[in-house]
């Protein structure tokens, strides 16, 4: 079992900045992948960015160039660093993590999620 806290969630006006923290507990096995995904009004939910034990990152193309994922091992740690924030971006964001070795993490479903943290963009 792995257990997830995120924080960092809040309100922020449009173009602002805002950095996403989920602390990851428990049997944790290597390799594995945290990320962040969200849930958009009326759209599925979007694997928002992803970070592998490994070294790789993944990102979804409507945050490209505006959110960078990062993470410390040592602390079982991942962060979201979100700039340039849009109205569209308003909405919970779940740390999401796997937990072992899978060949194409983009492809399969997280083995456990967050809480979740509720972003705001707005004037």
């Known amino acids: 079992q792995v257990h997830l806290v995120e924080s960092g969630g809040g309100w922020v006006q449009p173009g602002g900045s805002l950095r996403l923290s989920c602390a990851a507990s428990g049997n944790i096995f290597i390799p594995n992948a945290m990320g962040w995904t969200r849930q958009l009004p009326g759209k599925q939910r979007e694997l928002v960015a992803l970070s592998t034990s490994r070294g790789s990152t993944n990102y979804a193309d409507s945050v490209k160039g505006r959110f960078t994922i990062s993470r410390d091992d040592a602390k079982n740690t991942v962060y979201l660093q979100m700039n340039s924030l849009k109205p569209e971006d308003t909405t919970v964001y779940y740390c999401?993590?796997?937990?072992?070795?899978?060949?194409?993490?983009?492809?399969?479903?997280?083995?456990?999620w967050g809480q979740g943290t509720q972003v705001t963009v707005s004037s």
């Open positions: 999401t993590f796997w937990n072992g070795y899978y060949p194409n993490y983009v492809l399969t479903q997280p083995n456990y």
